[in-house]
């Protein structure tokens, strides 16, 4: 073939090199605009990954880069005066400018023409050829002039950086240093890539950059600058900045780039030019070099430059999309770290080493399980107020609110059962319930529980507004309290507009089938087409909800519930005041977000008044409606929590969506907890996540991270009521208690877990 490689960065130079290594008869020219030895940028960090897949590629140039290389293990972080060190984390720095020069000679030795400062200015000059691969970069020009064709999407992210290098050693550690200013805080991503010099990354919000006048300052202003705010960690060596062909200062803003096509007939998009990985997750590089591998192989392997095309864009953006997802929480926690710095040291440092979410509580203990255990000795001593002898998982130790004291971190999810006769619980709520009360967890949600048949959802829902249904629930919360050490928490809401609508296993939210009651809502809003549309409530409506509740609340009570929950959520009667999408109401009750909070409030306040002093409550929220600027948004979510803390809620349950039928929700593991670790660390207030939260190793990350207070577990608590016992079994932790009768049940459990490998035993 007959291919020219516009861009000799690392993916046009190795793509070069892994076609000739396939097949020398290629005929490959390199393009490049700088000279061999120009230097821009400093070092790059590959993972042990890349260089093995390098080796399998290409042993020479693997074993000239690996020869380069320069290891470390820790990472070190400079925060609020204290410095943390973790270990195990395994990195491999090699210069920019000494990797692209062992590229250029590996690439010559296998007969690639090197074309050096030659701008090219259109692929269309190259065309003629067989194959033409546009490795031009993250501004890509080919690219932009087929804009059209591969309909790039880039992201321009919001933080200031500039790509520095100096001769202070970092050698043992990738070293991050936050410094507070009196114009913000501003940090560095340091680490060593040769034996004399050290990339230094510095960046910072565009707030700061701009009070700093970063924008009106030189190259050499900019040095000097960053020179004295780092002087503490630079022994008085200088910054030097490389990248004198760039006009003005330097700084950049990191573009996030991905495409929606990446070929087109001769031509293809690899490395930058295709997509880019933010520099914090230190993956560009990598991504480029394992792209060009890829490309080579499927087109020694595939019939036509079609189908090769085509599985090159297949695998690759699988493993793009991946990285990217990763980068994008690792770019977005630098983004938002103002947020994170009240934490503590400690809490900063594993909130920083967990921020792309790839490495989670137990691969950190791989990785270095002495401080793991520091830390969760740390974590404890702040639940206890005593110093540990030994460490134990965040999720087992205890949390305060007001007077209630729960054992673990663990909440069973309020879960609708259907199973109520006229709104009053039967054996199946008993039986439910004192299960999930064995099986661990240190709370137990009831469902929402309605606080009048008008208030109900379905004709199955549980109900607390008769004399027979607080009877059933204190037998209920009787036998929790009398043979459990768990807790039990009451949920109470309103259906509003969701009212009068099939069980959840029949058709989830559609009217009855006959004897539909009339539903009422802050305006005539159906939640869809199909359902009914709401009375618009008056003051005098708004009454009687208020006294529901509060009736509700002196039968929670007086049944014994540990702690009760205001249902805001999920497009139910007060969160379809706080919503635009439902609130159109023209009165004080709409409108603005104090007002639509105002009859949820007004609630809320009636009900604390009628709840024991001693005893906590929680609001739960939808922190999102999932539909944009149109309803409420995250930022909105912050400012709710701030109203509800204000009002003396002492936690919030921090849910989202089911506003809106048309709602686009985004799924994923613990998809909601950013909701609640902004809302937790913006204003303060204790927070519960939940939502896609299913493994020990998530609920330990949530908390020990500080982005929760509690974790509320739904659907695995339907597939198993003991999930937290067996958790502790899992994690070997013994300090939980069985149920006296299921003794002998827990040490078998024990006794198997603790065996190499439990399915091949027979006990
Ligand atoms: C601050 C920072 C730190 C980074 N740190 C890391 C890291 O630690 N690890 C890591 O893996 N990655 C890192 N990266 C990313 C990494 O540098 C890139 O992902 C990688 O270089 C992509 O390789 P590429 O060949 O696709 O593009 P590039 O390296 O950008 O190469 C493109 C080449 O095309 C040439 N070119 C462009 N247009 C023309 C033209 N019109 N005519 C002629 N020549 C042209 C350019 O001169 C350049 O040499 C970092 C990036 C930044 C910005
Ligand atoms: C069967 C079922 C019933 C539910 N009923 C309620 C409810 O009554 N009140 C409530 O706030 N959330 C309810 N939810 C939502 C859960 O509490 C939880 O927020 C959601 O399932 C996400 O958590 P998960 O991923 O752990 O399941 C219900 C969920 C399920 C699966």
């Known amino acids: 073939m007959r291919i020219a490689c516009l861009g000799g960065g690392p993916a046009g130079l190795y793509f070069a090199i892994a076609m000739k290594r396939r097949d020398p008869r290629h005929e490959i020219v390199v393009v490049e605009r700088n000279r061999p030895y120009d230097t821009f940028g400093w070092g790059v960090v590959l993972s042990d990954e890349t260089l093995v897949n390098l080796a399998a590629s290409d042993p020479e140039s693997a074993d000239a880069i690996r020869r380069e290389f320069v290891y470390w293990d820790d990472i070190a972080v400079f925060y609020r005066g204290t410095v943390t060190r973790s270990s195990g984390h395994g990195f491999c720095g090699i210069g920019r400018k000494r990797l692209l020069n062992i590229l250029q000679d590996r690439a010559r030795a296998l007969g690639v023409t090197l074309q050096f400062e030659t701008e090219f200015e259109s692929a269309d000059d190259y065309r003629g050829l067989d194959l033409v691969v546009a490795a031009d970069g993250a501004n890509s020009k080919i690219r932009s002039a087929l804009a059209h064709v591969f309909k790039p999407d880039i992201d321009v992210r919001a933080c200031k950086y500039i790509w520095l290098g100096t001769r202070q050693r970092f050698q043992d550690a990738f070293t991050f240093i936050f410094e507070e200013t009196g114009h913000g805080w501003i940090w560095a991503h340091a680490y060593q890539f040769d034996a004399e010099t050290a990339t230094f990354i510095v960046e910072c919000s565009e707030a700061t950059w701009r009070r700093f006048g970063f924008d009106g300052m030189s190259q050499d202003e900019t040095t000097a600058a960053c020179e004295r705010i780092f002087a503490k960690n630079l022994g008085g060596h200088r910054l030097e900045t490389n990248a004198r062909h760039l006009r003005g200062s330097a700084w950049l803003n990191f573009h996030r780039v991905l495409c929606e096509q990446w070929s087109h007939e001769n031509l293809v998009l690899m490395g930058d030019a ?97 401080w793991l255990e520091s830390a969760e000795r740390w974590f404890e001593e702040q639940a206890t107020r005593e110093k540990p002898d030994h460490a134990r998982p965040p999720m087992f130790t205890p949390f305060r609110l007001r007077d209630l004291q729960l054992k673990n971190r663990i909440v069973v999810s309020p879960m609708a059962q259907y199973r109520a006769v006229d709104g009053t619980p039967t054996d199946w709520h008993l039986v439910h319930y004192a299960e999930r009360a064995k099986g661990g967890a ?69 009217p009855l089938a006959e004897d539909n009651w009339q539903v009422i809502g802050p305006s005539p809003v159906a939640w869809s087409p199909c359902n009914q549309v709401p009375r618009e409530m008056t003051r005098a409506d708004m009454d009687t909800v208020t006294d529901d509740f509060v009736r509700a609340a002196h039968m929670a009570a007086r049944a014994g519930f540990d702690l009760l929950e205001l249902h805001f959520a999920h497009g139910y009667l007060l969160s379809a005041f706080i919503t635009p999408l439902t609130n159109r109401r023209a009165d004080a009750y709409g409108g603005s977000l104090l007002n639509r909070m105002r009859f949820p409030l007004e609630v809320y306040h009636a009900v604390r008044a009628a709840w024991p002093a001693a005893k906590p409550m929680s609001v739960r929220i939808s922190a999102t409606d999932w539909a944009g600027e149109e309803g409420i948004t995250p930022e909105d979510a912050v400012d709710i929590a701030r109203l509800l803390g204000e009002a003396g809620v002492d936690i919030i349950n921090v849910s989202a969506g089911q506003t809106s039928a048309e709602a686009r929700p985004v799924y994923g593991r613990m998809f909601q907890t950013p909701f609640s670790d902004r809302i937790r660390n913006e204003t303060g207030i204790a927070t519960m996540a939940v939502g896609n939260i299913y493994e020990p190793d998530h609920v330990n990350s949530i908390l020990m991270a500080g982005r929760a207070d509690l974790c509320c577990l739904a659907r695995p608590h339907l597939a198993d009521p003991y999930w937290t016992l067996h958790a502790a079994a899992q994690l070997g932790y013994r300090g939980e208690t069985w149920p006296k009768p299921y003794l002998a049940g827990r040490d078998q459990l024990y006794r198997v877990r603790s065996r190499p490998d439990p399915s091949a035993v027979n006990v």
């Open 274 to 370: 295709a997509a880019t990985a933010h520099f914090s997750v230190g993956s560009g590089t990598k991504l480029a070099l394992e792209s060009a591998i890829a490309l080579a192989e499927y087109l020694h392997t595939e019939p036509t430059l079609e189908a090769a095309f085509h599985r090159y864009e297949q695998q690759r953006r699988t493993e793009v999309l991946r990285l990217q997802s990763a980068a994008r929480n690792s770019t977005e926690w630098f983004e938002q770290v103002e947020r994170y710095l009240h934490l503590d040291p400690v809490q900063f440092n594993y909130s920083l080493l967990t921020r792309s979410q790839r490495i989670s509580h137990e691969n950190l203990r791989t990785r270095d399980k002495a």
């Open 442 to 510: 240190g709370l137990v949600f009831t469902e929402m529980t309605c606080v009048s048949p008008e208030g109900r959802i379905t004709p199955g829902c549980a109900g607390l507004y008769a004399p027979e249904h607080e009877a059933a629930w204190k037998r209920i919360v009787d036998f929790v309290h009398d043979e459990t050490d768990a807790k039990i928490g009451m949920q109470l809401g309103h259906s509003g507009p969701k009212g009068s609508t099939q069980l959840g296993w029949e058709t989830m939210d559609a």
